[in-house]
């Protein structure tokens, strides 16, 4: 279909052909082409152009020349050379518009205007032309001022003189004229200097450009110095600080003098804001955590400081509602962010009762899951974090590092909280320096964590129902005169709202999410997990240690108990609970950081005493050696070569019972006084007893001269 007024370009041509239709009178129209000075109107058969245009040979396209003007920025000029050229177009278009459309009365009707408002035929078809090739409006034979005069364009320079303002002290020479060298110039110390890590001055910048360019070196002595030109021939401070300023590009400049990253938190524009990405309540939570500035003592005695605590907190954006918060000593680190995971699902009426706070259910009613989480990567990376995408359906979005912004309700709201305990607590960090002199705020610290909990909660608790400054009210909102208080806001979302609030019936089938995965090893020695062994009913009654030895299970572990392991269920809602066996008793109660430390302990030992372990392998080999080449040398010197093999093992057993009496004798308990000791009598041996089935018949004369012999030799008898 085609519309009066319409721009359509034509894409069988190489060169942008362009038509505007000017006027349709039933099967016909009419069209003038935008490429030439003066364009007539051309008639057409609106059959032809619906044909060309559902070809595709013409398409329609933006109209170029469509331009929002305001009276008041318009010169008085231009307002008077577009009325007079009006008045002439007006009286022509209104009288003479068939006769102007028609080809063969066109020029009769510019004579007559030419007549009527004495003057030239040409100007009038300019006037005409502009009104149908610019959108058939008045504000469309305005002269185009804005081209003329090179506005923003650089000037070349055709003489030598010096251009620009006077300088203000005549006995100076003019100086000289910014040439297209010199801008090089200005743009190389500018990258070289300017744009990295030292962020210098500017001013140190430009005297760089005259050392560089503008100076001469020489040396006085062993010195390297500079003669500067004189001030004729250099470009003063204040040109190269205007060409600076001219092709300035403040965010390169911050990206190359401090970092991408500082950038992006500090200076980068901020044109939306984060409740513009929620529908509702639990759209989006925001988790961050914060090292408070305040130091804090032990519960069991206040004389021991133990430091600053950690303190988590949860929001929702949508509402600016605290939905979750833990005060504690862990962290930051995935411990500390389940348990402020798990405080958001709690109910916060029993939370606060714990802390002999009394609240009713309006002043806290968060206890909710969202749908998606905005952490920092540190914790929010792992296995835990897949359980929460794949069993509660919660989608993580983690955050690039130093960048704070992104979270920037979380952030804002520790801010403000610091701030309040820093003027009330003792022991509140009072500036991040103490100078010679000062009191030592530490000593003054005088809560525990448990008051200093019920600060927090009371904090939070204010927090929800005090009044958000700047917060982006809808129109409905303010047509059902809310006032912007996290709670008004929750309730009012929930109510009015798609929200994404989801609630948790078992709290302990989701801390079983939120807690650490790891793999374990079924042995006979039970299942194995972090060098300790456990054991259940369970494995024993189905015989685990049997059927699945070496086989790997996934379980779950509290790293601040390791009495116990779990095993999950496929169903996602059971679990079998595996306790640490008695074998390793002596880790029962300990953390996870301990057992580690007390395994790299051990290992540790063994790499110190692994040196001297390889001496000790190395010493007791080498003296086997030599007690084995001592006897291999003794029996090669010693034992006659010309005895047959078979000699020398046919008397096996006989050797052996000869060297068995020999031994005994040697190893026998003999508690009387060796000096008092009787000399050994030689009996003589003449027969052997019938009965006798010790040895056989044949060698007993032979055993009999063995022993003989041996026994001499003992003591000294033979030979």
């Known amino acids: 279909m085609i519309f009066n007024n319409q721009v359509y370009q034509y894409t069988d041509k190489e060169e942008k052909n362009r038509i505007r239709v000017i006027e349709i009178d039933s099967d016909v129209a009419y069209y003038v082409e935008l490429h030439s000075d003066t364009s007539m109107p051309k008639r057409v058969a609106t059959m032809d152009l619906e044909s060309e245009i559902e070809g595709g040979i013409l398409l329609p396209i933006s109209d170029p020349f469509a331009k929002s003007y305001t009276e008041g920025g318009l010169t008085e000029k231009q307002i008077q050379k577009r009325n007079v050229d009006w008045e002439i177009l007006s009286e022509g278009w209104d009288k003479f518009k068939a006769d102007l459309l028609n080809k063969r009365t066109r020029e009769k009707a510019f004579d007559k205007l030419e007549f009527q408002f004495n003057t030239s035929k040409l100007k009038i078809k300019r006037v005409f032309t502009r009104f149908w090739q610019r959108g058939l409006n008045k504000n469309a034979l305005l002269p185009d001022y804005m081209y003329s005069g090179g506005k923003g364009k650089e000037k070349r320079l055709t003489t030598a003189s010096k251009v620009g303002r006077p300088r203000k002290y005549t006995s100076l020479q003019n100086g000289i004229n910014i040439t297209e060298d010199i801008k090089k110039q200005f743009n190389h110390v500018i990258k070289k200097y300017y744009r990295n890590k030292e962020q210098l001055s500017l001013t140190d910048t430009y005297n760089y450009l005259l050392r560089d360019f503008y100076s001469d070196s020489y040396y006085e002595g062993s010195i390297l110095k500079y003669k500067v030109w004189d001030a004729s021939k250099i470009p003063t401070y204040y040109q190269f600080y205007y060409w600076f300023k001219k092709f300035e590009d403040p965010k390169l400049d911050i990206q190359l003098r401090h970092s991408s990253k500082e950038f992006e938190l500090n200076d980068r524009p901020i044109l939306c804001n984060s ?15 914060t090292i408070a500035d305040v130091y804090l003592v032990s519960s069991f005695d206040r004389s021991l400081i133990i430091g600053r605590p950690i303190v988590y907190g949860v929001i929702d954006v949508y509402s600016r509602m605290i939905t979750g918060i833990y005060v504690g000593l862990e962290g930051p680190s995935w411990l500390g962010a389940m348990m402020a995971l798990d405080n958001m699902v709690m109910n916060k009426v029993e939370f606060c009762t714990r802390y ?189 240690y049997l059927k699945y030895r070496g086989k790997s299970i996934e379980i779950v572990y509290d790293p601040r108990n390791m009495n116990q392991l779990y095993i999950p269920h496929a169903d996602g809602y059971n679990f079998d609970t595996c306790y640490l066996l008695d074998t390793n008793d002596q880790f029962k109660g300990t953390y996870l950081e301990e057992i580690e430390f007390f395994q790299e302990l051990r290992e540790e030992l063994k790499k110190v005493e692994s040196i001297k372990q390889i001496e000790d392998t190395i010493n007791v080999d080498a003296k086997i050696e030599s007690i084995i080449n001592e006897a291999v040398a003794e029996k090669k010197s010693t034992v006659p070569t010309n005895v047959s093999r078979s000699e020398k093992i046919k008397d096996i057993r006989v050797n052996r019972q000869a060297e068995k009496i020999m031994n005994r004798n040697l190893e026998n308990f003999n508690f009387v006084d060796k000096k008092n000791e009787q000399p050994a009598q030689i009996v003589e041996f003449t027969s052997i007893p019938a009965n006798s089935e010790a040895l056989p018949k044949k060698s007993s004369s032979r055993l009999m001269e063995k022993i003989k012999k041996k026994r001499d030799e003992e003591f000294g008898k033979g030979n």
Not at 275 to 289: C, K, N, S, V, Y
Request: net charge positive; charged share 30%.
């Open 275 to 289: 409740t513009l990405e929620t529908d509702g309540p639990g759209t989006r939570f925001q988790i961050d955590a």
């Open 356 to 544: 002999d706070i009394p609240i009713e259910e309006s002043q806290w009613p968060a206890h909710h899951l969202p749908e998606i989480i905005i952490a920092d990567r540190g914790e929010f990376e792992g296995y835990s974090v897949e359980n929460l995408i794949n069993n509660l359906n919660i989608k993580i979005e983690n955050t690039t590092p130093y960048r704070g912004d992104l979270k920037g309700v979380i952030e804002r709201y520790f801010r403000t909280m610091n701030g309040k305990i820093k003027r009330k607590a003792p022991g509140a960090i009072q500036k991040e320096y103490r100078e010679r002199g000062d009191r030592d705020y530490r000593l003054d610290a005088s809560l525990n964590l448990t008051e200093f909990t019920k600060i927090i909660i009371h904090l939070v608790l204010h927090h929800n129902k005090k009044i958000v400054e700047k917060y982006p009210l809808e129109k409905e909102m303010m047509v059902d005169r809310l006032t912007a208080t996290p709670s008004n806001l929750w309730y009012w979302g929930i109510e009015n709202k798609k929200g994404r609030l989801q609630t948790v019936t078992d709290q302990n089938v989701f801390r079983l999410n939120l807690l650490p995965k790891g793999n374990a090893k079924i042995t006979r020695a039970g299942i194995r997990f972090k060098g300790l062994s456990y054991g259940s009913e369970k494995a024993l009654n189905e015989q685990w």
